[in-house]
């Protein structure tokens, strides 16, 4: 019997009579006080505001497009009912928006936060951003972590001039971190959010700190959770690797709809008209337990781990060292040069810094960071002909 939670009848009345009388409370990001890099460039106007003009460039980068070809959890499977991350991307923008509109806040800033957050994902889902830190920080001591490479996609590789507010949500977005109550720490200064962004690159555990700085960040992180929560679940069961019986209900239910359902309806119950977003203990604890569930019986699944550790890991290996050689070399035929540093400098956005002059081991982790699944593994065959290392996918009719 499937059990969807309600809205208190008290909370219901309150919101309907404060929605036509207009008089809720005005929490909701004020696009007035938008601050980008240069202030003089993307102004608003009543057709493209602040914050759509963020949806638009974000939608347009070059790197969008990959989302679709990029491993949500499952890597190894040729099976087009498993997400991808570009449907991942979708599904937290619309979690984030009906949350968001129902506590009256800033949409498309929500929108422009979740369009963005992973955009700077690795091929292999969580499995390559791994192993693409451990090659990062044995060559250069510095660390790769998705959400700070979706800031550098963004504000960087294509300096898109993105307000602070859309760039800062990305940054704290992490969906692995959960908590009961998220309390935004303002931000208003770049050189300040640029120090912590490099104090992300010097050490991991500091991605853990960040604290998003508007209403509607909080409002994307916790929907990061509920996205992947239950939908992971059907995926690993349409993956025929377990089944969604293996997984205890809980006081949220036990599919992806009452997951959603009903911690949507628990944040506005708590945080309706509150300068927070907040889960009562009961739904917190109920999260908490289904995302363990979901380590224990699928993300640290043993089959999953070592066909990553046997295949991608020594592939990504040998690519990695490959391109920095060719870059080192100056190979202008090789493809770190002809398929990204040209693509990247076709966009034609103004640089401090010509994008050829980034230090190579940068470029090397922004291509490989950049690749789709297909992109890799196609490349790798093209560089190594005759190497034995490929990865072997589970199709339809196994």
């Not at 979740?114 to 091929?123: E, F, K, N, R, V």
């Not at 104090?199 to 509920?226: A, F, H, Q, W």
């Not at 490989?368 to 072997?392: E, P, R, S």
């Amino acid at each position: 019997m499937l059990y969807y939670e309600n809205l208190s009848e008290e909370l219901a009345t309150k919101m309907c009579c404060e929605k036509a009388e207009n008089s809720f409370a005005r929490l909701a990001f004020d696009e007035n006080n938008v601050i980008r890099r240069n202030p003089g460039k993307d102004k608003a106007n009543i057709i493209r505001t602040a914050f759509i003009r963020d949806c638009d460039k974000i939608i347009h980068c070059p790197f969008y497009n990959r989302y679709a070809d990029k491993t949500q959890v499952f890597s190894f499977y040729k099976n087009d009912d498993i997400s991808r991350r570009a449907l991942h991307v979708q599904l937290v923008s619309r979690i984030a928006r009906t949350i968001g509109k129902a506590l009256n806040l800033n949409l498309d800033l929500i929108e422009a936060i979740a369009l963005g957050h992973d955009i700077g994902h690795t091929p292999f889902g969580h499995a390559g951003e791994k192993i693409l830190d451990e090659l990062y920080f044995s060559h250069a001591g510095r660390h790769f972590s998705h959400n700070i490479h979706s800031v550098r996609v963004l504000d960087s590789i294509f300096p898109y001039n993105i307000s602070l507010q859309t760039l800062s949500g990305i940054a704290a977005h992490d969906g692995e971190i959960e908590k009961s109550e998220y309390e935004p720490c303002p931000l208003d200064d770049f050189s300040v959010f640029d120090a912590q962004i490099e104090d992300c690159y010097l050490d991991k555990e500091n991605v853990k700190k960040l604290i998003p700085s508007t209403l509607e960040g909080c409002v994307m992180r916790i929907s990061d959770i509920i996205a992947y929560l239950g939908k992971d679940r059907q995926d690993v069961a349409r993956a025929r690797i377990i089944n969604e019986e293996a997984f205890e209900p809980g006081a949220i239910g036990s599919t992806n709809a009452e997951f959603i359902n009903n911690l949507i309806v628990n944040i506005v119950e708590n945080s309706y008209g509150k300068p927070y977003i907040k889960l009562d203990e009961k739904h917190f604890e109920a999260l908490k337990k289904a995302k363990a569930d979901n380590y224990r019986l699928i993300y640290n699944d043993e089959r999953i781990k070592t066909a990553v550790n046997a295949t991608v890991k020594p592939m990504m290996q040998k690519l990695y060292d490959r391109l920095l050689d060719d870059l080192k070399k100056g190979d202008v035929d090789s493809p770190v040069f002809t398929h990204h540093i040209k693509y990247v400098n076709k966009a034609h956005y103004e640089r401090l810094i010509p994008y050829e002059q980034t230090p190579p081991d940068q470029i090397v982790v922004d291509y490989i960071a950049g690749m789709t699944d297909d992109y890799f593994v196609d490349l790798y065959a093209h560089l190594f002909k005759d190497d034995n290392l490929k990865i072997n996918y589970i199709g339809y009719f196994r």
